[in-house]
T-cell receptor
């Protein structure tokens, strides 16, 4: 039981490049979330998915897109990376009816 | 706007007790959670308060006063491994999505 996994762990992009951050959970959770964490700040919600086939914008969705590929996987895409998107990205999942969110190890992204 | 305020840093000695406060101003309130994050790690769930009062889980306790829009995390018998950042987070909606708004975090340093 791996919990929530994220790939890659580290990534460096040039401005304008695109990439997809992958997230998968093996806990059969319905809800999944993408957050970003900047130095000295808390986690800010980018997008979330209440169930397979549904996604909704969070607090800071601009510049991102998401796909809930199936119940296990929730990916985050940067179509044209900008230096302001340099951050640590965390994926999380939650079991229906419970409050605890389980976080993945994070992806450290630098955009030059 | 929505905001959560918590001290940026707290220092304590091993074996002592420390209290980390959190005040919130949100459009809705449906519970206060606390998460712990070690440097380079993922946030992990510590506790949750939906109603006023004290919740105890081992060495950690969390308190909520909804009338004061205030809560705190109490850590007793501090250990070196408790050195980490602690985030309060408010659930601001009653729906099933459990969207959380996070504070900026309190960095706790425990010294021998």
């Amino acid at each position: 039981n791996a919990g929530v996994t994220q790939t890659p762990k580290f990534q460096v992009l040039k401005t304008g490049q695109s990439m997809t951050l992958q997230c998968a959970q093996d806990m059969n959770h319905n809800s999944m979330y993408w957050y970003r964490q900047d130095p000295g700040m808390g986690l800010r919600l980018i997008y979330y998915s209440a169930s397979e086939g549904t996604t909704d914008k969070g607090e800071v969705p601009n510049g991102y897109n998401v796909s809930r590929l199936n119940k296990r996987e929730f990916s985050l895409r940067l179509e044209s990376a900008a230096p302001s998107q340099t951050s640590v990205y965390f994926c999380a999942s939650r079991e229906s009816g419970l409050l605890t969110q389980y976080f993945g190890p994070g992806t450290r992204l630098t955009v030059l | 706007g929505q905001s959560l305020e918590q001290p940026s840093e707290v220092t304590a000695v091993e074996g002592a007790i420390v209290q980390i406060n959190c005040t919130y101003q949100t459009s809705g309130f449906y519970g206060l959670s606390w998460y712990q994050q070690h440097d380079g790690g993922a946030p992990t769930f510590l506790s949750y308060n939906a109603l006023d009062g004290l919740e105890e889980t081992g060495r950690f306790s969390s308190f909520l006063s909804r009338s004061d829009s205030y809560g705190y995390l109490l850590l007793q018998e501090l250990q070196m491994k408790d050195s980490a950042s602690y985030f309060c987070a408010v659930r601001d909606n009653p729906g099933g999505y459990n969207k959380l708004i996070f504070g900026a975090g309190t960095r706790l340093a425990v010294h021998p």
